[in-house]
């Protein structure tokens, strides 16, 4: 199993940037594939960004698309979301999700293992 926990929320003017940070405990960090989504108040949890175990590939959501980076380091069990040109429709809370499966996953029901969230507030 896997343990997650997201920090590195706040508050934050449109067009600003922040950078998630999530820390896995565990074994075998490198064996999972990790995943960001995010939930906005009065709405379902949607995908943002994947990233497969060596961080050979990801894969974004077209809304964040050439805005988000996601990346990870292995030797450190942490995967990060640097999110650059923020927009208000961003502001959410923001999970990271772990699996067992390769490649890479867009759908919240292929994660196992979630974190409690982080909140991003973008204000005009």
């Known amino acids: 199993q896997v343990q997650l926990v997201e920090s590195g929320g706040g508050l934050v003017q449109a067009g600003g940037s922040l950078k998630l940070s999530c820390a896995a405990s565990g074994r075998g960090f490198s064996t999972y594939r990790m995943g960001w989504f995010r939930q906005a108040p009065g709405k379902e949890r949607e995908f943002v960004a994947a990233i497969s175990r060596r961080a050979g590939s990801t894969y974004y959501a077209d809304s964040v698309k050439g805005r988000f980076t996601i990346s990870r380091e292995n030797a450190k069990n942490m995967v990060y979301l640097q999110m650059n040109s923020l927009k208000l429709e961003d502001t959410a809370v923001y999970y990271c999700?772990?699996?067992?499966?390769?490649?890479?996953?867009?759908?919240?029901?292929?994660?196992?293992?979630w974190g409690q969230g982080t909140q991003v507030t973008v204000s005009s």
């Open positions: 999700a772990a699996d067992l499966a390769g490649g890479l996953g867009s759908d919240e029901y292929e994660y196992d293992y």
